[in-house]
């Protein structure tokens, strides 16, 4: 069966309903969503453990405070989405360095006190190692140092393309290997400034709200789709659509599903992830100009991999700064970055342990039940033997997801306009949105947001001028 519409959106992520939302304020409502899951939201996914709502996507809305105001932020406002402050700069002086720990007799010595305390109920503290004292200032030291070294050594090759083929000298103690993953991979810290926090300000707040930060997406989805008791009923909105082929001519686009359904439209907002632009779920007819292709294979891919471990009872420290904490050890990444969610969610007992790129592709690749093991390890290094077992796991797969084929973008250092002009640009009657087409934040919530909007304008401009050359080609006839 084929069916024309104005316009068919690819993809139901927050650029996807952005974009589909703009197109409705202008009155083009004749618009068809096509998407491969069974829901909205895309990377922006809730999910019940433990008794709690998980975000396994997007957790924070970054930027806020500044002298612009962060439209997911406004957005958060207006729907009353619960939400905590968050500051992970004090993860780095909250490092468990297990050969240290075993050096320190001392410590030892208060950690096992404290657990027995913790499990008598006697005291919120617990956990044996984070550094007090003199350790505490040589740790501060430590850290410090690492952090100027890493800095410098940045400075020293900071922007200068030809000089990056010189060695980078590579960090080498469990400490700076932890704090130069902190630095990269979790701080995102690749391109100084952010324009995420020059633009809309320092702070961040972790969204801990039952009904998940994908019901941001729910709530701009009801202003311009039929819903009834929250449910989507529109059949312009069509799950499990699985888009395989896009054909396009003078006149418009022919769309192909995975169950054989062919749609028509005069013009198509493409939404997939850049991994997924990568991968060959979609072919193009004819196919995609080599500049567009070059742009896209140029981009990088960030797998970014957040684990869920549910215990019985808290063994941890809960303190104001206490929310993060890093394990140090030998192998760069390896269950560095640990959180707390008690102030997301006080007594849910759970810890987010964070591995990004070829750790989370690693642990993709195993059962749940051999990470949970590693994790334990871990966990067993920081706080020592006594500490219970994880009674649950949960291990998102975001690389292995065919709709994701990762987190999200990283522009390489090299990187330059033109590359983020031609992944964002048209090609003849498809326009390409998400995250990834944000000069400005790519990476983001509110980048994949905000490139909704843009592409949905440029191609109600595309649209304005088509209708004018019609026009002048009638008047000339
Ligand atoms: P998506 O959400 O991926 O939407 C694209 C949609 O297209 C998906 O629903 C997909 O199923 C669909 N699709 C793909 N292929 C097809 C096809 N062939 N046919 C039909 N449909 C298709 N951002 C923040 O601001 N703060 C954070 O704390 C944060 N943390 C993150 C943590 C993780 C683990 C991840 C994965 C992302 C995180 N992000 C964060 C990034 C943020 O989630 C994304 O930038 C944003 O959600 C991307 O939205 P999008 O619309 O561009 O893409």
Known sequence: SRSRCSVIIVGAGVSGISAAKVLAEKGVDDVMILEASDRIGGRIRKEGFGGVSVELGAGWIAGVGGKESNPVWELARQSGLRTCFSDYSNARYNIYDPR???????????????????????????????????????????????????????????GDVARLSEPLSVPKTPIELAIDFILHDFEMAEVEPISTYVDFGEREFLVADERGYE????????????????????????????????????????????????????????????????????????P??????????????????????????????????????????????????????ENAYPGSNILVVTLTNGESKRVEAQSDQETLKEAMEVLRNMFGPEIPNATDILVPRWFNNRFQRGSYSNYPIYANHQMVHDIKAPVGRIFFTGEHTSERFNGYVHGGYLAGI???????????REKERKLESQTFL
């Not at 995975?258 to 997924?276: F, H, M, P, R, T």
């Open 100 to 158: 240290f720990v075993y050096m320190s007799a001392c410590l030892w010595a208060l950690g096992v006190l404290c657990y027995l305390l913790t499990r008598c109920g006697g005291i919120g503290f617990s956990g044996k190692i984070f550094p007090s004292g003199e350790a505490a200032d040589s740790y501060r030291k430590a850290v410090e140092s690492a952090i100027r070294k890493l800095r410098a050594e940045e400075d020293n090759h900071g």
């Open 288 to 341: 995609l100009p080599r500049w567009k292709t070059e742009a896209i294979e140029t981009c990088d891919v960030m797998v970014y991999t957040k684990i869920f471990l549910k215990f019985p009872y808290k063994f941890w420290a809960c303190g104001p700064d206490k929310e993060f904490f890093i394990y140090a050890h030998e192998r760069r990444g390896y269950y560095t970055f640990w959180q707390h969610m």
């Open 215 to 286: 019901s941001l997406l729910h709530k701009m989805a009801e202003t311009f789709l039929l819903t009834s008791d929250g449910e989507i009923l529109d059949s312009r909105l069509k799950l499990n659509k699985v888009v395989r082929e896009l054909q396009q001519s003078r006149n418009g686009v022919t769309v192909t599903t995975e169950d054989g359904c062919i749609y028509e439209a005069n013009y198509v907002i493409l939404s997939a992830s850049i991994g997924v632009l990568q991968s060959d779920l979609i072919s193009f007819r004819p």
């Open 454 to 464: 843009d592409t949905s304008n440029a191609l109600l401009e595309d649209m304005r």
